[in-house]
């Protein structure tokens, strides 16, 4: 009786583990050893490319700074509304 109590209260403490920790998590844009580029032009879209690797036609590295990290992350959603242009400048959509 005694055990099947210890087994029972470990489930217990292990489902509220389980629930509190998951709250922190935030999804990553790209998996580790990538990074996130932007698409050129108003069209908007992202990919994500090898570190060492430089992006191609028709992507380009984020501004230094402005690099989302994590899903709705403060760039993530700034770039939702605004894209790159073939000057690199910061454009509106």
């Given at each position: ?8 209260l ?8 389980l629930?509190?920790?998951g ?12 990074y ?10 992202s990919?994500c490319?090898?570190?060492g ?9 984020y ?7 994590h899903?709705?992350?403060e ?11 073939a ?7």
């Open positions: 009786m005694r055990t099947r109590i210890m087994i029972v470990a489930g217990v403490g292990l489902g509220g583990l629930l509190t920790s709250c922190g998590y935030r999804e990553s844009i790209c998996s580790d050893g990538e996130p580029a932007i698409a050129v032009g108003g069209q908007g879209g990919a490319f090898p570190d690797q430089e992006p191609t036609a028709p992507y380009v590295r501004p230094q700074g402005k690099v989302p990290q899903v709705d992350d760039w993530d959603v700034y770039w939702r509304d605004h894209g790159i242009d000057n690199g400048a910061i454009i509106e959509r």
